[in-house]
């Protein structure tokens, strides 16, 4: 993915994709599924991986490789983001970067092949390049086994129940089998591949005024102060939703917009960060936004089917300016969710 500092933005749509395309050695841009880890080193554990909130394991919901060109060490680079979807809380958010050089421990130097490999097995991987354990449930990672074979690892007693439950008392003691015998644990999102097209120009709308006699007849007797402020704040809020959809009118389907260091577009004028509510990176840099998450998604999450509410209108993401290395694992970066009908 290109670097969108200025001009129109990137914008991501999902698309099947078949196993091996998904894998961490092609560096997809991704929905749902486990992750495919970039670093095989120093991911984030699950205390990092926790809902804020409620304190449960959160699933992962995308990744986007996005590398930088001018930067020999982020020549590989990759947003991970993850959120909260056990009931009644569905609201935590947590967001990771990770980065390599071209020339590292994990990847080859030439760019991977376009072409399937022999094997296309759907196989799940659970165990990195580094040896590091992931959890059979999500995909993080899985410093917690199985007492019982020593083979099956976790990243949380809740996963670790949740497998027993579905199979793994049954398949503990024919370890050759286990990670054949992974089951649907109903925490997965629907997995597909994210493919980027560059924003055409949209023409904006005309907005049709709406009858001024109307409004009036309607109003009584409220206070004139009242109605100066009711009639800003309406009109505030109608041109940003409108700019929100005159923004995704010509391309309906997309799920994501990147461009870092561009504006991020609101749903509504409620809740929207002020500088000072995005926090500097711990190497002092300041934060910009780099991309953030449609409504649009939500409709191929199938959370409803599962049970889940997962919702936002716009989840922005923003990242060191710098992109700097703080070691040599994931860093974390800061997510913003703002709700289509949030209050004051």
């Known amino acids: 993915m290109a670097v969108a500092s200025a001009g129109p933005a990137e914008l991501g749509f999902v698309e099947a994709a078949p196993a091996w395309r998904l894998r961490s050695e092609q560096f997809p841009s991704k929905v749902g599924g486990r992750p495919a880890w970039l670093g095989a080193a120093g991911l984030p554990g699950p205390e990092e991986l926790a809902c804020a909130l409620c304190g449960r394991p959160l699933a992962f919901l995308l990744q986007l490789y996005a590398p930088l060109p001018d930067r020999a060490d982020a020549f590989h680079r990759c947003l991970f983001l993850f959120c909260c979807r056990v009931p ?31 094997e296309t097995g759907e196989s799940v991987c659970l165990q990195l390049k580094s040896g590091a354990h992931l959890c059979r449930v999500c995909g993080c990672l899985g410093p917690k086994t199985c007492s019982r074979c020593h083979k099956a690892h976790y990243c949380s007693k809740e996963h670790q129940t949740l497998d027993w439950r579905l199979g793994h008392k049954q398949a503990c003691t024919q370890s050759e089998y286990l990670d054949r015998t992974i089951p649907d644990h109903n925490f997965l999102f629907p997995e597909f591949e994210i493919v980027i097209e560059t924003e055409d120009e949209i023409t904006p709308e005309v907005v049709e005024k709406e009858n001024e ?21 309406e009109s505030r809020e109608d041109k940003i939703f409108q700019k929100f959809k005159t923004k995704i009118a010509l391309e309906p389907e997309q799920v994501l917009r990147y461009g870092r260091g561009i504006a991020p577009i609101w749903i509504s004028g409620e809740n929207i960060p002020q500088e000072k509510d995005i926090p500097d990176c711990p190497c002092g840099a300041k934060r910009i936004f780099e991309f953030q998450v449609m409504p649009q998604l939500l409709n191929y999450l199938k959370a409803d089917t599962l049970g889940r509410s997962v919702d936002w209108g716009v989840v922005a993401v923003f990242t060191c300016a710098e992109s700097c290395r703080l070691g040599i694992g994931y860093t974390e970066e800061f997510v913003w969710k703002q709700d289509i009908t949030d209050t004051p």
């Open 213 to 233: 006699s109307e409004i009036i007849g309607s109003m009584g007797e409220v206070p004139e102060e009242e109605l100066d402020s009711v009639a800003k704040h």
């Open 88 to 118: 009644p809380c569905c609201a935590g958010l947590r967001v990771f970067r990770n980065q390599l050089p071209r020339k590292n421990d994990f990847y080859s130097y030439e760019p991977p092949s376009e072409n399937p490999p022999p």
